[in-house]
């Protein structure tokens, strides 16, 4: 899975630096930030739920 993100990862920054899309880099950088994201939501509700 990780080596999936880092290749859309490149492949996103790629055709940012080319001009083929306009998505902001907070969109482009999306699949290196997006799992962290999700394992600290993860983190955060299974700490919550233990309350």
């Known amino acids: 899975m990780e080596f999936f993100l880092g290749a859309l990862a490149l492949l996103?920054?790629?055709?940012?630096?080319?001009?083929?899309?306009?998505?902001?880099?907070?969109?482009?950088?999306?699949?290196?930030?997006?799992?962290?994201?999700?394992?600290?939501l993860a983190g955060a509700l299974s700490g919550a739920a233990s309350i």
């Open 12 to 40: 996103f920054i790629a055709l940012k630096l080319l001009n083929k899309i306009t998505w902001s880099w907070g969109w482009v950088l999306a699949p290196l930030w997006g799992p962290l994201l999700l394992a600290a």
